[in-house]
Nanobody, 122 residues
């Protein structure tokens, strides 16, 4: 089970940190991803982290502003979002990919959280 938290309303230029807590499984060997879906838009890749190596990958739209990290002891992944823009407004989801491959394809992620709303006002 994946549970996101930390969403909310923030002004443009502000920061938020999202958390994704995993329970019921060990994440060793997994790749964990963040995705987002804005109203009337398709779900899109935000970034990912290899649980084993810590290697990260980001969408161009968030590179340099967002940072993904993990706490292995807490089985929790984080998404630090800085310099937020109104176009970052979306529901943010975390997801788990069991094959350990670095990739952005949504269908490769087999477990999803319920999502947390992030709203950035201008």
């Amino acid at each position: 089970q994946l549970v996101e938290s930390g969403g909310g309303l923030v002004q443009a230029g502000g920061s938020l940190r999202l958390s994704c807590a995993a329970s019921g499984r060990t994440l060793s060997g997994y790749v964990m991803g963040w995705f987002r879906q804005a109203p009337e838009k398709e779900r899109e890749f935000v970034g990912l982290i290899s649980w084993r190596s810590g290697v990260t990958n980001y969408a161009d739209s968030v590179k340099g502003r967002f940072t993904i990290s993990r706490d292995k002891a807490k089985n929790t992944m984080y998404l630090q979002m800085n310099s937020l823009k109104p176009e970052d407004t979306a529901i943010y989801y975390c997801a788990a990919r069991p094959d350990g491959r670095i990739g952005t394809r949504i269908n490769a992620y087999d477990s999803w959280g319920q999502g947390t709303q992030v709203t950035v006002s201008s």
